[in-house]
Protein backbone atom coordinates (compact mmCIF):
# COMPACT_ATOMS: atom_id res chain seq x y z
CA UNK A 1 0.00 0.00 0.00
CA UNK A 2 1.41 3.22 -0.03
CA UNK A 3 2.78 4.80 2.63
CA UNK A 4 1.88 8.28 2.48
CA UNK A 5 -0.72 10.33 0.65
CA UNK A 6 -1.00 14.02 0.19
CA UNK A 7 -4.36 15.52 0.00
CA UNK A 8 -4.53 18.62 -2.80
CA UNK A 9 -7.87 20.00 -1.79
CA UNK A 10 -9.96 21.16 1.63
CA UNK A 11 -12.74 21.45 2.97
CA UNK A 12 -15.23 18.34 3.59
CA UNK A 13 -13.45 16.30 0.71
CA UNK A 14 -10.59 16.58 2.24
CA UNK A 15 -11.69 14.96 5.42
CA UNK A 16 -13.56 12.21 3.80
CA UNK A 17 -10.56 11.46 2.00
CA UNK A 18 -8.25 11.52 5.32
CA UNK A 19 -10.70 9.15 6.81
CA UNK A 20 -9.93 6.81 4.33
CA UNK A 21 -6.54 7.28 4.35
CA UNK A 22 -6.79 7.19 8.11
CA UNK A 23 -8.47 3.38 7.93
CA UNK A 24 -6.12 2.35 5.57
CA UNK A 25 -3.49 2.89 7.69
CA UNK A 26 -1.49 5.39 5.67
CA UNK A 27 0.17 8.38 6.63
CA UNK A 28 -1.60 11.83 5.83
CA UNK A 29 -0.33 14.94 4.28
CA UNK A 30 -2.83 18.49 4.10
CA UNK A 31 -1.85 21.35 2.27
CA UNK A 32 -3.94 24.57 3.17
CA UNK A 33 -3.93 28.29 2.63
CA UNK A 34 -3.84 30.85 4.70
CA UNK A 35 -7.62 31.64 5.50
CA UNK A 36 -7.99 27.71 6.38
CA UNK A 37 -4.99 27.88 8.97
CA UNK A 38 -7.96 26.82 11.43
CA UNK A 39 -9.37 24.44 8.90
CA UNK A 40 -10.75 20.89 9.88
CA UNK A 41 -8.35 19.21 7.33
CA UNK A 42 -5.80 20.65 8.76
CA UNK A 43 -6.42 19.30 11.95
CA UNK A 44 -7.22 15.92 11.05
CA UNK A 45 -4.01 15.19 9.03
CA UNK A 46 -0.64 14.19 10.51
CA UNK A 47 1.26 17.12 8.81
CA UNK A 48 0.29 19.96 7.47
CA UNK A 49 2.15 22.75 4.58
CA UNK A 50 0.90 25.87 4.12
CA UNK A 51 0.30 27.04 -0.10
CA UNK A 52 -0.36 30.70 0.19
CA UNK A 53 -2.85 33.39 0.62
CA UNK A 54 -6.44 32.31 0.10
CA UNK A 55 -7.04 33.00 -3.63
CA UNK A 56 -7.04 29.67 -4.75
CA UNK A 57 -4.98 30.96 -7.43
CA UNK A 58 -2.13 31.55 -4.79
CA UNK A 59 -3.20 28.34 -3.25
CA UNK A 60 -4.85 25.38 -4.03
CA UNK A 61 -4.43 25.42 -7.58
CA UNK A 62 -0.45 25.92 -7.08
CA UNK A 63 0.04 22.60 -8.86
CA UNK A 64 3.82 23.24 -8.30
CA UNK A 65 3.59 23.92 -4.85
CA UNK A 66 2.05 20.86 -4.35
CA UNK A 67 4.63 18.71 -6.16
CA UNK A 68 7.03 20.36 -4.66
CA UNK A 69 5.95 19.48 -1.04
CA UNK A 70 5.01 15.97 -1.40
CA UNK A 71 8.49 15.65 -2.71
CA UNK A 72 9.89 17.43 0.04
CA UNK A 73 7.70 14.82 2.67
CA UNK A 74 8.04 12.09 0.77
CA UNK A 75 4.30 11.26 -0.27
CA UNK A 76 3.86 8.79 -2.76
CA UNK A 77 0.56 10.12 -4.12
CA UNK A 78 -1.52 12.75 -4.41
CA UNK A 79 -5.55 12.77 -4.40
CA UNK A 80 -7.00 15.64 -6.04
CA UNK A 81 -10.50 15.62 -4.70
CA UNK A 82 -12.88 17.04 -6.73
CA UNK A 83 -12.49 20.80 -8.74
CA UNK A 84 -9.18 22.34 -8.16
CA UNK A 85 -6.31 20.36 -10.04
CA UNK A 86 -8.94 17.52 -10.01
CA UNK A 87 -9.54 16.99 -13.73
CA UNK A 88 -6.36 18.89 -15.05
CA UNK A 89 -4.35 17.08 -17.35
CA UNK A 90 -0.65 19.28 -16.96
CA UNK A 91 -1.03 18.50 -12.75
CA UNK A 92 -1.62 14.35 -13.31
CA UNK A 93 1.20 14.65 -15.82
CA UNK A 94 3.44 16.78 -13.36
CA UNK A 95 2.64 14.04 -10.98
CA UNK A 96 4.00 11.05 -13.16
CA UNK A 97 7.08 13.00 -14.15
CA UNK A 98 8.01 13.53 -10.46
CA UNK A 99 7.33 9.73 -10.10
CA UNK A 100 4.47 10.65 -7.48
CA UNK A 101 1.47 8.11 -8.03
CA UNK A 102 -1.84 10.92 -8.90
CA UNK A 103 -4.63 8.81 -7.85
CA UNK A 104 -6.77 9.30 -10.88
CA UNK A 105 -6.88 8.81 -14.17
CA UNK A 106 -4.29 8.76 -16.92
CA UNK A 107 -3.44 12.13 -18.15
CA UNK A 108 -5.39 10.50 -21.74
CA UNK A 109 -8.49 10.10 -20.50
CA UNK A 110 -8.60 13.31 -18.73
CA UNK A 111 -7.55 14.71 -22.06
CA UNK A 112 -10.49 12.90 -24.24
CA UNK A 113 -13.14 12.95 -21.93
CA UNK A 114 -12.29 16.96 -21.03
CA UNK A 115 -13.13 18.43 -24.42
CA UNK A 116 -17.09 17.66 -25.00
CA UNK A 117 -16.52 17.37 -28.41
CA UNK A 118 -13.91 14.85 -28.27
CA UNK A 119 -16.42 12.77 -25.67
CA UNK A 120 -19.06 12.87 -27.44
CA UNK A 121 -17.24 11.49 -30.94
CA UNK A 122 -15.26 8.97 -28.74
CA UNK A 123 -18.25 7.63 -26.87
CA UNK A 124 -20.30 7.31 -29.77
CA UNK A 125 -17.80 5.80 -32.21
CA UNK A 126 -17.77 3.03 -29.17
CA UNK A 127 -21.62 2.85 -29.98
CA UNK A 128 -22.73 4.84 -27.23
CA UNK A 129 -25.80 7.00 -27.68
CA UNK A 130 -25.72 10.68 -27.96
CA UNK A 131 -28.19 13.33 -28.40
CA UNK A 132 -28.25 13.96 -32.22
CA UNK A 133 -26.24 17.22 -33.16
CA UNK A 134 -22.61 18.01 -35.02
CA UNK A 135 -20.78 14.95 -35.96
CA UNK A 136 -16.72 14.96 -35.72
CA UNK A 137 -14.25 17.20 -33.87
CA UNK A 138 -12.88 19.56 -36.50
CA UNK A 139 -14.03 22.87 -35.34
CA UNK A 140 -16.45 24.36 -37.78
CA UNK A 141 -17.29 27.65 -39.03
CA UNK A 142 -20.23 29.65 -38.01
CA UNK A 143 -21.85 28.91 -41.90
CA UNK A 144 -21.31 25.12 -41.14
CA UNK A 145 -22.83 24.94 -38.21
CA UNK A 146 -25.88 27.51 -39.21
CA UNK A 147 -26.63 24.85 -42.36
CA UNK A 148 -26.39 21.71 -40.25
CA UNK A 149 -28.74 23.43 -37.89
CA UNK A 150 -32.16 23.29 -39.91
CA UNK A 151 -30.57 19.83 -40.14
CA UNK A 152 -30.63 18.88 -36.53
CA UNK A 153 -34.07 20.85 -35.40
CA UNK A 154 -35.24 23.60 -33.10
CA UNK A 155 -34.71 23.96 -30.43
CA UNK A 156 -31.15 23.09 -30.19
CA UNK A 157 -28.16 23.81 -27.97
CA UNK A 158 -24.60 25.37 -28.82
CA UNK A 159 -22.40 23.97 -26.54
CA UNK A 160 -18.70 24.46 -25.69
CA UNK A 161 -16.01 22.02 -26.48
CA UNK A 162 -14.44 23.03 -23.68
CA UNK A 163 -17.20 23.56 -21.42
CA UNK A 164 -19.05 21.96 -19.19
CA UNK A 165 -21.50 23.06 -16.15
CA UNK A 166 -23.45 25.46 -18.81
CA UNK A 167 -20.51 27.72 -19.63
CA UNK A 168 -20.95 28.55 -23.62
CA UNK A 169 -24.14 26.93 -23.47
CA UNK A 170 -27.03 28.49 -25.10
CA UNK A 171 -30.56 27.27 -26.53
CA UNK A 172 -31.62 28.14 -29.98
CA UNK A 173 -34.91 28.10 -30.51
CA UNK A 174 -35.73 29.55 -34.45
CA UNK A 175 -33.16 29.15 -37.76
CA UNK A 176 -32.68 33.64 -37.16
CA UNK A 177 -31.42 33.30 -33.59
CA UNK A 178 -27.95 31.08 -34.93
CA UNK A 179 -25.76 33.69 -36.05
CA UNK A 180 -25.98 36.19 -32.90
CA UNK A 181 -26.26 32.79 -30.14
CA UNK A 182 -22.96 31.31 -31.93
CA UNK A 183 -21.01 34.48 -31.81
CA UNK A 184 -22.16 35.12 -28.07
CA UNK A 185 -21.62 31.47 -27.07
CA UNK A 186 -18.00 31.32 -29.06
CA UNK A 187 -16.74 34.75 -26.90
CA UNK A 188 -18.38 33.48 -23.75
CA UNK A 189 -16.09 30.47 -24.35
CA UNK A 190 -13.40 32.16 -25.82
CA UNK A 191 -12.81 34.36 -22.34
CA UNK A 192 -13.88 31.54 -20.01
CA UNK A 193 -11.73 28.55 -21.53
CA UNK A 194 -9.60 30.35 -24.04
CA UNK A 195 -10.95 27.85 -26.53
CA UNK A 196 -14.35 29.35 -28.79
CA UNK A 197 -15.12 26.10 -30.41
CA UNK A 198 -18.50 25.05 -30.32
CA UNK A 199 -21.14 22.18 -31.61
CA UNK A 200 -24.97 21.56 -31.72
CA UNK A 201 -27.08 18.97 -30.14
CA UNK A 202 -30.88 19.27 -30.40
CA UNK A 203 -32.52 19.75 -27.17
CA UNK A 204 -33.90 16.83 -24.78
CA UNK A 205 -36.83 18.41 -23.43
CA UNK A 206 -38.06 17.48 -19.38
CA UNK A 207 -35.23 15.39 -19.15
CA UNK A 208 -33.89 14.13 -16.06
CA UNK A 209 -30.02 14.15 -14.98
CA UNK A 210 -28.91 10.62 -13.92
CA UNK A 211 -25.71 9.78 -13.34
CA UNK A 212 -23.85 6.43 -13.60
CA UNK A 213 -20.98 5.88 -10.79
CA UNK A 214 -18.41 3.61 -12.61
CA UNK A 215 -15.03 1.73 -11.26
CA UNK A 216 -12.69 0.43 -13.17
CA UNK A 217 -8.69 -0.73 -11.97
CA UNK A 218 -5.34 -1.02 -14.27
CA UNK A 219 -6.31 -4.80 -15.22
CA UNK A 220 -9.41 -3.91 -17.47
CA UNK A 221 -11.86 -4.70 -14.85
CA UNK A 222 -14.76 -2.16 -15.53
CA UNK A 223 -17.97 -2.22 -12.87
CA UNK A 224 -20.45 0.12 -12.48
CA UNK A 225 -22.27 1.34 -9.29
CA UNK A 226 -25.65 1.80 -10.35
CA UNK A 227 -27.61 5.14 -10.75
CA UNK A 228 -27.57 8.92 -8.91
CA UNK A 229 -30.69 11.00 -9.88
CA UNK A 230 -28.87 14.55 -10.18
CA UNK A 231 -32.25 16.62 -11.43
CA UNK A 232 -32.53 19.21 -8.71
CA UNK A 233 -29.88 21.70 -9.72
CA UNK A 234 -30.18 25.80 -9.71
CA UNK A 235 -27.97 27.14 -12.10
CA UNK A 236 -25.86 24.09 -12.48
CA UNK A 237 -25.32 23.96 -8.94
CA UNK A 238 -26.59 20.17 -7.64
CA UNK A 239 -28.56 20.59 -4.22
CA UNK A 240 -30.66 17.46 -4.18
CA UNK A 241 -29.15 13.83 -5.35
CA UNK A 242 -30.61 10.72 -4.61
CA UNK A 243 -29.79 7.02 -5.27
CA UNK A 244 -31.54 4.83 -6.61
CA UNK A 245 -33.16 7.28 -9.22
CA UNK A 246 -37.05 7.19 -8.53
CA UNK A 247 -37.37 6.94 -12.19
CA UNK A 248 -35.13 4.06 -12.83
CA UNK A 249 -36.06 0.32 -12.87
CA UNK A 250 -33.64 -2.53 -12.71
CA UNK A 251 -33.60 -3.65 -16.25
CA UNK A 252 -32.94 0.04 -17.18
CA UNK A 253 -30.37 0.22 -14.73
CA UNK A 254 -28.60 -2.53 -16.23
CA UNK A 255 -28.86 -1.14 -19.88
CA UNK A 256 -27.57 2.55 -19.01
CA UNK A 257 -25.00 0.67 -16.41
CA UNK A 258 -23.29 -1.29 -19.54
CA UNK A 259 -23.31 1.33 -21.61
CA UNK A 260 -21.36 3.74 -19.17
CA UNK A 261 -19.05 1.06 -18.51
CA UNK A 262 -18.40 1.09 -22.36
CA UNK A 263 -17.93 4.82 -22.22
CA UNK A 264 -15.17 4.51 -19.93
CA UNK A 265 -13.59 1.68 -21.70
CA UNK A 266 -12.87 3.75 -24.84
CA UNK A 267 -11.11 5.70 -23.10
CA UNK A 268 -8.94 3.02 -21.30
CA UNK A 269 -10.76 4.84 -17.94
CA UNK A 270 -9.11 3.82 -14.68
CA UNK A 271 -9.75 5.23 -11.01
CA UNK A 272 -13.70 6.20 -9.96
CA UNK A 273 -15.78 8.10 -12.45
CA UNK A 274 -18.83 9.49 -13.56
CA UNK A 275 -20.70 9.08 -16.71
CA UNK A 276 -23.96 11.65 -17.37
CA UNK A 277 -26.37 11.18 -19.45
CA UNK A 278 -30.06 13.19 -20.54
CA UNK A 279 -32.71 10.13 -19.63
CA UNK A 280 -36.26 11.76 -21.56
CA UNK A 281 -39.74 11.04 -20.72
CA UNK A 282 -39.71 8.01 -22.81
CA UNK A 283 -36.72 6.70 -21.03
CA UNK A 284 -34.00 7.14 -24.09
CA UNK A 285 -30.76 8.22 -22.20
CA UNK A 286 -28.36 9.92 -24.36
CA UNK A 287 -24.72 10.22 -23.25
CA UNK A 288 -23.76 14.08 -21.68
CA UNK A 289 -20.54 14.10 -20.43
CA UNK A 290 -17.71 12.32 -18.23
CA UNK A 291 -16.74 13.21 -15.28
CA UNK A 292 -12.82 11.82 -14.46
CA UNK A 293 -12.96 12.47 -10.91
CA UNK A 294 -14.94 11.67 -7.49
CA UNK A 295 -17.95 13.58 -7.35
CA UNK A 296 -19.09 15.51 -4.40
CA UNK A 297 -22.36 13.06 -4.35
CA UNK A 298 -20.67 10.12 -3.65
CA UNK A 299 -21.83 9.35 -0.73
CA UNK A 300 -25.44 8.29 -1.82
CA UNK A 301 -24.07 5.82 -3.89
CA UNK A 302 -21.66 4.60 -1.34
CA UNK A 303 -24.66 4.26 1.10
CA UNK A 304 -26.63 2.18 -1.16
CA UNK A 305 -24.07 -0.14 -2.02
CA UNK A 306 -22.09 0.05 1.17
CA UNK A 307 -18.65 0.29 -0.87
CA UNK A 308 -16.35 3.07 0.14
CA UNK A 309 -15.32 4.39 -3.14
CA UNK A 310 -12.26 6.97 -1.84
CA UNK A 311 -10.50 3.56 -0.37
CA UNK A 312 -11.73 2.05 -4.07
CA UNK A 313 -9.51 4.99 -5.40
CA UNK A 314 -6.91 4.23 -3.18
CA UNK A 315 -6.37 0.37 -4.31
CA UNK A 316 -7.45 1.08 -7.52
CA UNK A 317 -4.49 4.03 -8.20
CA UNK A 318 -2.13 1.42 -6.05
CA UNK A 319 -2.71 -1.32 -8.67
CA UNK A 320 -4.96 -3.34 -6.93
CA UNK A 321 -7.91 -5.65 -8.44
CA UNK A 322 -11.05 -4.35 -7.83
CA UNK A 323 -12.50 -5.88 -4.53
CA UNK A 324 -15.99 -6.43 -6.33
CA UNK A 325 -17.41 -7.85 -9.44
CA UNK A 326 -20.18 -6.81 -10.87
CA UNK A 327 -22.50 -9.37 -10.24
CA UNK A 328 -21.26 -8.51 -5.82
CA UNK A 329 -23.21 -5.02 -6.59
CA UNK A 330 -26.35 -4.85 -4.64
CA UNK A 331 -28.84 -1.76 -4.17
CA UNK A 332 -30.37 -1.61 -0.44
CA UNK A 333 -32.67 1.05 -0.17
CA UNK A 334 -32.66 4.77 -0.77
CA UNK A 335 -30.36 7.50 0.07
CA UNK A 336 -30.72 10.87 -0.37
CA UNK A 337 -28.50 14.01 0.10
CA UNK A 338 -28.71 17.56 0.91
CA UNK A 339 -26.31 19.87 0.16
CA UNK A 340 -25.97 22.30 2.92
CA UNK A 341 -24.83 26.17 1.22
CA UNK A 342 -23.98 29.41 2.91
CA UNK A 343 -26.60 31.12 0.98
CA UNK A 344 -30.04 32.46 1.69
CA UNK A 345 -32.94 31.14 -0.19
CA UNK A 346 -35.39 33.75 0.99
CA UNK A 347 -32.65 35.97 -0.80
CA UNK A 348 -31.80 34.69 -4.20
CA UNK A 349 -29.70 32.25 -2.50
CA UNK A 350 -27.51 35.10 -2.16
CA UNK A 351 -24.00 33.74 -0.51
CA UNK A 352 -23.84 34.54 3.24
CA UNK A 353 -20.72 34.31 5.07
CA UNK A 354 -19.50 34.38 8.80
CA UNK A 355 -18.51 32.99 11.54
CA UNK A 356 -20.15 29.80 12.64
CA UNK A 357 -21.27 30.54 16.27
CA UNK A 358 -22.59 27.33 16.96
CA UNK A 359 -23.69 24.05 15.78
CA UNK A 360 -25.60 20.86 16.27
CA UNK A 361 -25.01 18.12 13.95
CA UNK A 362 -28.22 15.33 13.15
CA UNK A 363 -27.28 11.89 14.31
CA UNK A 364 -28.83 8.98 14.50
CA UNK A 365 -29.54 6.10 12.49
CA UNK A 366 -28.96 6.12 8.98
CA UNK A 367 -27.80 9.58 9.10
CA UNK A 368 -23.96 10.99 7.53
CA UNK A 369 -22.70 13.91 7.35
CA UNK A 370 -19.65 15.39 5.79
CA UNK A 371 -18.38 18.54 6.51
CA UNK A 372 -15.42 20.47 7.26
CA UNK A 373 -17.04 23.09 9.12
CA UNK A 374 -16.99 23.44 13.24
CA UNK A 375 -18.07 25.92 15.87
CA UNK A 376 -15.45 28.94 15.32
CA UNK A 377 -14.88 28.34 11.78
CA UNK A 378 -14.79 31.86 9.59
CA UNK A 379 -16.64 31.06 6.26
CA UNK A 380 -15.26 33.30 3.78
CA UNK A 381 -16.40 34.36 -0.12
CA UNK A 382 -12.94 32.70 -1.63
CA UNK A 383 -14.25 29.15 -1.97
CA UNK A 384 -17.24 27.23 -3.04
CA UNK A 385 -20.60 28.24 -0.61
CA UNK A 386 -21.00 24.47 0.18
CA UNK A 387 -20.38 23.67 4.12
CA UNK A 388 -22.00 19.79 4.63
CA UNK A 389 -23.25 17.44 3.10
CA UNK A 390 -26.18 15.90 4.90
CA UNK A 391 -27.02 12.31 3.50
CA UNK A 392 -29.55 9.48 4.92
CA UNK A 393 -30.40 6.16 3.87
CA UNK A 394 -33.90 4.30 3.89
CA UNK A 395 -35.12 0.99 3.94
CA UNK A 396 -37.41 2.81 1.28
CA UNK A 397 -37.73 5.85 -0.32
CA UNK A 398 -40.63 7.27 2.08
CA UNK A 399 -38.28 6.55 4.81
CA UNK A 400 -35.49 8.26 3.46
CA UNK A 401 -37.43 10.96 3.43
CA UNK A 402 -38.86 11.40 6.32
CA UNK A 403 -35.60 10.31 7.98
CA UNK A 404 -34.20 13.74 5.78
CA UNK A 405 -37.16 15.52 7.37
CA UNK A 406 -36.07 14.76 10.95
CA UNK A 407 -32.15 15.00 10.08
CA UNK A 408 -32.98 18.31 8.72
CA UNK A 409 -35.59 19.60 11.82
CA UNK A 410 -32.12 18.21 14.27
CA UNK A 411 -29.65 20.44 11.77
CA UNK A 412 -28.51 23.61 14.05
CA UNK A 413 -25.89 26.17 12.50
CA UNK A 414 -25.42 29.69 13.79
CA UNK A 415 -23.20 32.48 12.03
CA UNK A 416 -24.48 32.23 8.58
CA UNK A 417 -27.75 31.95 6.33
CA UNK A 418 -27.77 28.34 5.09
CA UNK A 419 -30.76 26.94 2.53
CA UNK A 420 -31.46 24.26 5.37
CA UNK A 421 -34.95 25.73 4.64
CA UNK A 422 -34.87 24.83 0.86
CA UNK A 423 -34.18 21.10 1.45
CA UNK A 424 -37.19 21.41 4.10
CA UNK A 425 -39.65 23.13 1.94
CA UNK A 426 -38.36 20.19 -0.94
CA UNK A 427 -38.86 17.41 1.22
CA UNK A 428 -42.44 18.59 1.70
CA UNK A 429 -43.10 19.16 -1.94
CA UNK A 430 -45.93 16.91 -3.86
CA UNK A 431 -43.41 16.64 -6.85
CA UNK A 432 -40.40 15.52 -4.99
CA UNK A 433 -41.81 13.38 -2.85
CA UNK A 434 -44.12 11.95 -6.01
CA UNK A 435 -40.30 11.98 -7.93
CA UNK A 436 -41.75 13.57 -10.22
CA UNK A 437 -39.41 16.30 -11.00
CA UNK A 438 -36.59 17.43 -13.74
CA UNK A 439 -33.59 19.18 -14.40
CA UNK A 440 -35.76 22.56 -14.78
CA UNK A 441 -38.02 21.94 -11.67
CA UNK A 442 -36.36 24.41 -9.09
CA UNK A 443 -35.50 27.02 -11.66
CA UNK A 444 -39.23 27.17 -13.25
CA UNK A 445 -41.67 25.36 -11.09
CA UNK A 446 -40.19 26.01 -7.68
CA UNK A 447 -40.32 28.92 -5.13
CA UNK A 448 -39.94 29.23 -1.12
CA UNK A 449 -43.38 30.27 0.74
CA UNK A 450 -43.29 33.07 2.30
CA UNK A 451 -41.24 32.36 5.67
CA UNK A 452 -43.86 34.16 7.94
CA UNK A 453 -46.42 31.96 6.42
CA UNK A 454 -44.37 29.26 6.95
CA UNK A 455 -44.29 29.53 11.04
CA UNK A 456 -48.07 29.75 10.94
CA UNK A 457 -48.76 26.19 9.32
CA UNK A 458 -45.45 24.16 8.57
CA UNK A 459 -47.85 20.70 8.44
CA UNK A 460 -47.20 18.16 5.60
CA UNK A 461 -49.70 16.91 4.09
CA UNK A 462 -49.55 13.11 5.03
CA UNK A 463 -52.28 11.93 2.75
CA UNK A 464 -50.65 14.04 -0.37
CA UNK A 465 -47.73 12.05 0.46
CA UNK A 466 -49.56 8.48 1.09
CA UNK A 467 -51.60 9.16 -2.36
CA UNK A 468 -48.05 10.22 -4.30
CA UNK A 469 -46.03 7.20 -2.85
CA UNK A 470 -48.74 4.78 -3.78
CA UNK A 471 -49.06 5.95 -7.26
CA UNK A 472 -45.56 5.80 -7.89
CA UNK A 473 -44.85 2.18 -6.78
CA UNK A 474 -43.37 2.90 -3.29
CA UNK A 475 -44.07 -0.69 -1.58
CA UNK A 476 -46.52 -0.30 1.21
CA UNK A 477 -43.91 -0.13 3.69
CA UNK A 478 -43.15 3.07 2.91
CA UNK A 479 -46.72 3.79 2.29
CA UNK A 480 -47.05 2.98 6.37
CA UNK A 481 -44.18 4.47 7.17
CA UNK A 482 -45.57 8.34 6.63
CA UNK A 483 -48.98 7.29 7.53
CA UNK A 484 -47.33 6.89 11.54
CA UNK A 485 -45.47 9.71 11.10
CA UNK A 486 -49.34 11.70 10.30
CA UNK A 487 -48.34 14.80 13.04
CA UNK A 488 -46.47 18.22 12.37
CA UNK A 489 -42.84 18.11 11.75
CA UNK A 490 -42.05 21.55 11.17
CA UNK A 491 -39.45 22.82 13.50
CA UNK A 492 -40.06 26.71 12.95
CA UNK A 493 -41.01 27.03 16.59
CA UNK A 494 -38.40 24.95 17.65
CA UNK A 495 -35.70 26.72 16.08
CA UNK A 496 -36.70 29.98 16.77
CA UNK A 497 -36.59 29.08 20.17
CA UNK A 498 -33.16 27.61 19.92
CA UNK A 499 -31.35 30.30 18.00
CA UNK A 500 -32.78 32.94 20.18
CA UNK A 501 -30.88 31.57 23.02
CA UNK A 502 -27.73 31.58 21.18
CA UNK A 503 -28.07 35.14 19.28
C1 LIG B 1 -28.48 19.38 -22.55
C2 LIG B 1 -29.81 19.59 -22.13
C3 LIG B 1 -30.82 19.24 -23.01
N1 LIG B 1 -30.52 18.74 -24.23
N2 LIG B 1 -28.25 18.85 -23.77
C4 LIG B 1 -26.36 21.52 -18.85
C5 LIG B 1 -24.90 21.57 -18.49
C6 LIG B 1 -24.19 20.62 -19.37
N3 LIG B 1 -23.55 19.63 -18.57
C7 LIG B 1 -25.24 20.02 -20.25
N4 LIG B 1 -26.50 20.57 -19.89
C8 LIG B 1 -27.64 20.25 -20.58
N5 LIG B 1 -27.45 19.70 -21.79
C9 LIG B 1 -29.24 18.56 -24.58
N6 LIG B 1 -28.97 18.09 -25.80
C10 LIG B 1 -30.04 20.12 -20.87
C11 LIG B 1 -28.94 20.49 -20.10
C12 LIG B 1 -29.26 21.06 -18.82
C13 LIG B 1 -29.04 20.35 -17.65
C14 LIG B 1 -28.47 19.10 -17.66
C15 LIG B 1 -28.26 18.42 -16.50
C16 LIG B 1 -28.64 18.98 -15.30
C17 LIG B 1 -29.20 20.22 -15.26
C18 LIG B 1 -29.40 20.92 -16.43
C19 LIG B 1 -29.98 22.19 -16.37
C20 LIG B 1 -30.18 22.89 -17.54
C21 LIG B 1 -29.81 22.32 -18.75
Redo the contacts with the bound molecule.
Keep these: MFKKILVANRGEIAVRILRACRELGIETVAVYSEADRNALHVRYADEVYLLGPAPSRESYLRADKIIEIALKCGADAIHPGYGFLAERKSFAEACADANITFIGPKPSAIAAMGDKMTARNTVAAAGVPV?P?TEGTGSMSNDELINISTKIGFPL?I?ASAG???KG?REVNTFEEMPALLESARREAESSFGDGSVYL????EG?R?IEIQILADQHGNVIHLGERD??L?RR?QKLIEEAPSPFMDEELRQKIGGVAVKAAKSVDYINAGTI?F?VDKDRNF?F??MNTRLQVEHPVTEVVTGIDIVAEQIRIARGRQLSYKQEDIVLRGNAIECRINAEDPYNGFLPSTGRITHSLLPTGPGVRVDTGIYPGFEITSFYDPMIAKLIVWGETRGQAILRMRRALEEYRIVGVRTNIPFHQTMMNSHRFMGGQYD??FVEDRFSMPDPEDEREKHIPDIAAVFATLVAHQENQRSAEFVMRNERDTSNWKWMGRWERMHR
Design positions: VGLKGGGMEKVVAHCSQHELFLETR
